[in-house]
């Protein structure tokens, strides 16, 4: 089963803090990797996506570094707030025609 | 602009009972997906419809059934629920066009428990 590894679990983190989420992959085919953002009782929302020809993405407060060697990409939140406080998903697709695999998701608490 | 609608919000079943979650999305998207999510275990692929007339099994298929009704509609059908399909179940839909890919639109979720 294809894969995609996401840490840690859960993260708290004060505000103004950088908030840290990695995700890991098996699949060299994987060619699209977008991350989610998801609050309470409400559906995920598309947050940033990278491809694997680009090394980082940033948008706003939001970036995106990717390892292509190493199979790795990880989000950063740069000024973390209480509204970041969410739930986090990374997510790879194996091939065009198929469908989004998800990690396991982080809930970020963002205190004041 | 609705996006991806998905009825009901909320629904209880007795064990063995079915029902069918409907999804409409009006962004004439061709591909859309169903996903559960359980406490701890992300979203879950139960079946997608790359196209209007296709659909394929995900991760976890067993126990459901999906209808590709056209190209805004897909419906997710449980012919004898189990406790174990307890969950928070997510419609999306995305336009995918060769090596481009696009984002997923969500639903708001049907929350199932299943007694």
């Known amino acids: 089963q294809q894969q995609v590894k996401q840490s840690p679990q859960s993260l708290i983190v004060q505000k103004g803090g950088i908030s840290i989420i990695n995700c890991a992959y098996e699949?060299?085919?994987?060619?699209?990797f977008p991350w989610y953002q998801q609050f309470p009782g409400k559906g995920p929302a598309l947050l940033i996506a990278?491809?694997?020809?680009?090394s980082e993405k940033k948008e706003g407060r939001f970036t995106i570094s990717f390892n292509k060697s190493a199979k790795q990409f990880s989000l950063h939140i740069m000024d973390s707030q209480p509204g970041d406080s969410a739930t986090y998903f990374c997510?790879?697709?194996?091939?065009?025609?198929?469908?989004?695999?998800f990690g396991k998701g982080t809930t970020l608490s963002v205190s004041s | 602009n609705a996006g991806v609608t998905q009825t009901p919000k909320f629904q209880v079943l007795k064990t063995g009972q079915s029902m069918t979650l409907q999804c409409a999305q009006d962004?004439?998207?061709?591909?859309m997906y169903w996903y559960r999510q359980d406490p701890g275990m992300g979203l879950r692929l139960i079946y997608y419809?790359?196209?209007?007339?296709?659909?394929d099994k995900g991760e976890v298929p067993n126990g459901y059934n999906v209808s590709r009704l056209n190209k805004r509609e897909f419906s997710l059908r449980l012919e004898s629920a189990a406790p174990s399909q307890t969950s928070v179940y997510f419609c999306?839909?995305?336009?995918?066009?060769?090596?481009?890919?696009?984002?997923?639109?969500f639903g708001s979720g049907t929350r199932l428990t299943v007694v």
């Open positions: 999306a839909s995305s336009e995918v066009g060769g090596v481009l890919y696009y984002g997923y639109t």
């Open positions: 699949n060299t085919a994987f060619d699209y």
């Open positions: 990278i491809r694997p020809d680009v």
């Open positions: 997510a790879a697709i194996p091939q065009a025609g198929t469908a989004l695999i």
């Open positions: 962004m004439n998207h061709n591909s």
């Open positions: 419809s790359a196209s209007e007339g296709t659909t």
